[in-house]
Every structure is written in structure tokens, then in C-alpha cells.
């Protein structure tokens, strides 16, 4: 089946860059997704990304998607504490009866 | 517009015993998928449900089941409990199959 991978763990400092990235293996994906998890809650839908674009911005958001290479990756800008969060990736056909596949994970840590 | 609503918020079974869980999807989204999510296996998709119909179903034993309603509420039946039935079970909308989803807050179910 079809795979999305993320690294498990991200530590970075209040203030810096966070880049968070994913790699996925279906060629036809058609919408690549982001999703933050917080402590006790559900997924809550970040951005996401068409498969026919490279980049997308929103605010403190930057999604880069490296089509070629299966390789999605999301910046967040002046990171701060309360970015502190699980950050899912996710991939799907859109429509139909495809069911988006989630990564594992990668659990972002913001140190003051 | 509110959001997804999962409720009970957590529920403490005993193993053998049998739970329901219910979900009211975002006005107007037609399409309602559940997920486990734990530790170890990350999140696992369990069935969606479009318009009354279950249209995709994950890999999970018989003992896992649901349905959806006219007005798009849907629950989950899990009978004859296991221990590693232990997990947070996700709810999420979306208004068309494939399409981006909207979590609730899930339910936290402990087998004991």
C-alpha cells in the first residue's frame, strides 16, 4: 500500500524556523495536507497543497512540495511555544473512494 | 458553523463488554470516516460513510462496525472489547468523499 513517512521528533527554539518534512510514495497523489495534533485533541487541518503546485504560503505557513522526489515539507516561521504540537502529513487522491493515508507523525518541541 | 462533535469525550470499559460511539459531522458534510489513533500503530482508518452507505473500510476484525444516519450523524460499535481496543477513536467530516477532513476532538476509550 502506500506510504507516508515522516521523522518522529523535532526540537527547535522559540524564535527560529521549523521544517518539518514528509515523504510519500504514490505518484498520483492529488492533495498533499498538514495537519497539527495538540495534547488531548483531534487533528486540526493546517494548510494543504494541489498536487500541480510547488509551494504554497500562508502567513507563517510555507508547504514545499518536490513533486519529482515525492517530498513534501512544511515551515513554520517564527516558531513559538504554542506551535509546540504533533504535525501530520497526509496524502490523498480526492474523490472517489480514496481515503487519505496519514504519516506516523513528527512531534515538534519548542524550547523558550 | 459548529464543528465535530464526538461524544462521549472518554468512556472506561471492561473487556467483553461492548461500546458506541457517536459522531455528528459539520452542517452539511455528507461524508463521515473514523480512525484509530495509539501510540504504536499511529492512525488507522476504520470505515467512511457517504450518504448513509459505507464506502471504504480499513483493515479491522467484524467486531468493528458503524452506520450513518439521514442526518448524516454517524456512530461506531466496537463489541466484545479487547485490551488493545484501548485507543482514541477519531471522528471526521468532510462535505464530499476525498475531500478535506474536519476532526473532532475524539473519543478516549480505556479497556480494562
Known amino acids: 500500500g502506500e506510504d507516508v513517512e515522516q521523522s518522529l521528533f523535532l526540537s527547535v527554539r522559540e524564535g527560529d524556523s521549523s521544517v518539518i518534512n514528509c515523504t510519500y510514495t504514490d505518484s498520483s497523489s492529488t492533495y498533499l495536507y498538514w495537519y497539527k495534533q495538540e495534547p488531548g485533541a483531534g487533528l486540526q487541518l493546517l494548510t494543504y497543497i494541489f498536487s500541480n503546485m510547488d509551494m504554497k504560503q500562508d502567513q507563517r505557513l510555507t508547504v514545499l512540495l518536490n513533486k519529482k522526489d515525492k517530498h513534501l515539507s512544511l515551515r513554520i516561521a517564527d516558531t513559538q511555544t504554542g506551535d509546540s504540537a504533533i504535525y501530520f502529513c497526509?496524502?490523498?487522491?480526492?474523490?472517489?473512494?480514496?481515503?487519505?493515508?496519514f504519516g506516523r507523525g513528527t512531534s515538534l518541541i519548542v524550547h523558550p | 458553523k459548529a464543528g465535530v462533535t464526538q461524544t462521549p469525550r472518554y468512556l472506561i470499559k471492561t473487556r467483553g463488554q461492548q461500546v458506541t460511539l457517536s459522531c455528528s459531522p459539520i452542517s452539511g458534510h455528507r461524508s463521515v470516516s473514523w480512525y484509530q489513533q495509539t501510540p504504536g500503530q499511529g492512525l488507522q482508518f476504520l470505515f467512511e460513510?457517504?450518504?448513509?452507505?459505507?464506502?471504504n473500510k480499513g483493515n479491522f476484525p467484524g467486531r468493528f462496525s458503524g452506520r450513518q444516519f439521514s442526518n448524516s450523524r454517524s456512530e461506531m460499535n466496537v463489541s466484545t472489547l479487547e485490551l488493545g481496543d484501548s485507543a482514541l477513536y477519531l471522528c471526521?467530516?468532510?462535505?464530499?468523499?476525498?475531500?478535506?477532513?474536519?476532526f473532532g476532538s475524539g473519543t478516549q476509550l480505556s479497556v480494562l
Open positions: 460513510y457517504f450518504s448513509e452507505t459505507q464506502r
Open positions: 497526509a496524502e490523498s487522491m480526492g474523490g472517489g473512494s480514496y481515503i487519505p493515508t
Open positions: 471526521a467530516s468532510s462535505l464530499e468523499q476525498g475531500e478535506k477532513l474536519f
